[in-house]
């Protein structure tokens, strides 16, 4: 019985030899530069959003006919800017530097990415402020790793946190837009650099909490859905099948991007006159069809909650289409996340058009998942993404949809680096 108390009293004091305390690394130097990374991503997407919104406005008093003349300045304007100030790159030049350029991405170019992509996103273009704010945060990133002098992986995780604070205090999902960050990046099907998972997610929730009291953002969906009950396993089949659809339109988007590719580097010319180009080009498109002038964070509601005939819908969906590739390849800056998204919402309407039966928010969503994951390869944090922006509180549909338009999308990316080894 003694033996048994001593063998007890033993036990406990190897137990107080360890004392409990905090952990050490939440008050490390590497958590502090996450931590302020992220609120400095949230004050540069905070700021960037105020100034675009005044720009949107001022500019969208300009309609009818005048959209036309106003989006050519604006893409001449924001040619100029490139010319003179310097290119600012695109998300395929940001994938490539992270990957193959030791993690850097230089800060250098940021005001000829922030006036331009000002200029195209608020003047109507068909494209989103997703990709320059991932550029601005992530350069940010790496020059404050090159100020407290970091190297190798570290100087890289700290460039993917900064993209995931921008990605993230767009679109209000710390977790899908830490993924993204990463997924974005990927080998073939494997996911890298996972040891920046948690400086990403780290500054991403930082950096929300900043952009979410600069802007007064709410925590509820950005696009309403209407409810959506479970109604059995074929629900997982009808999932799949309007993920196809989408999938198809993925294919679609990659197609017309790369013959408006061919025709503008046809002939070389100044980067300013292929944007104002683009810009006459896509005035005239909202001429006819106003719902596809800009990038679709409103319009997507506007959308799902107009009586737009089947005819006008097929209509809105080809264009919105034409509108997204010109803009890719005239020179326009900005990101084609959120504008693929109105386009997956757009196929997803005309499907229950034309079979009222099915479930709308099902139709809707699973196309919007599908065409996303099939042009930028992640299905992930497409999936986070959606059921956070839309309310969609289903995730295994969803992930059946992005999953389908992974695997069916073209063997080539449109992300041309996705598919080459470091």
């Known amino acids: 019985m003694k033996l048994k108390q001593g063998r007890k009293i033993l036990r406990y004091r190897e137990r107080l030899d360890q004392p409990l305390g905090f952990n050490p690394f939440v008050f490390s130097r590497s958590f502090l530069l996450w931590a302020l990374l992220g609120l400095l991503g949230g004050v540069i997407a905070g700021l960037y959003w105020i100034v675009l919104e005044f720009l949107t406005h001022q500019i969208a008093f300009f309609q009818g006919w005048l959209v036309i003349p106003v989006m050519a300045l604006g893409g001449l304007l924001a040619g100029l800017i490139i010319h003179f100030i310097g290119d600012p790159g695109e998300i395929h030049l940001m994938v490539n530097n992270i990957r193959f350029n030791k993690g850097k991405l230089d800060p250098k170019n940021n005001p000829s990415m922030i006036l331009s992509s000002l200029l195209c996103v608020a003047s109507g273009g068909s494209l989103g402020p997703e990709a320059p704010l991932v550029q601005i945060t992530g350069s940010t990133g790496t020059w404050l790793g090159k100020l407290f002098r970091l190297k190798g992986e570290d100087l890289r995780s700290l460039s993917i946190a900064g993209m995931a604070s921008g990605f993230t205090a767009l679109f209000g999902a710390p977790l899908g837009g830490s993924l993204f960050s990463l997924e974005i990046l990927h080998y073939k099907y494997a996911v890298e650099y996972y040891r920046a998972i948690i400086p990403a997610f780290v500054a991403s929730c930082f950096s929300y909490l900043v952009f979410a009291l600069i802007i007064h953002l709410g925590l509820g969906p950005v696009w309403d859905l209407s409810a959506y009950a479970y109604s059995g396993i074929f629900e997982f089949a009808y999932a799949v ?112 058009e034309l079979f009222p039966s099915i479930n709308l928010s099902l139709a809707v969503v699973s196309c919007m998942a599908a065409i996303n994951a099939c042009v930028t390869r992640t299905p992930m944090s497409t999936t986070i993404l959606l059921a956070t922006l839309t309310g969609f509180g289903h995730f295994i549909p969803i992930l059946f949809a992005s999953l389908t338009g992974y695997f069916l999308a073209p063997k080539t990316p449109f992300i041309g680096s996705q598919m080459k080894k470091q």
Do not use: D, Q
């Not at 099948?241 to 294919?251: D, E, K, M, P």
């Not at 997204?324 to 084609?336: E, M, P």
């Open 241 to 352: 099948l309007f993920a196809g659809i989408g999938a198809i339109l993925g294919w679609a988007f990659i197609g017309c991007t790369k013959i408006f590719k061919v025709a503008f580097e046809r002939k070389p010319l100044p980067i300013y006159l292929k944007t104002l180009i683009g810009g006459l080009l896509l005035g005239s498109i909202a001429y006819y069809f106003p719902i596809t002038r800009y990038f679709g964070h409103h319009e997507i509601n506007t959308l799902l909650s107009s009586p737009y005939s089947l005819a006008f819908l097929g209509g809105i969906l080809v264009f919105k289409i034409i509108a997204i590739s010109i803009t890719v390849t005239s020179g326009w800056r900005g990101g084609f996340i959120i504008p693929l998204f109105f386009v997956g919402a757009t196929a997803g309407l005309i499907l229950h």
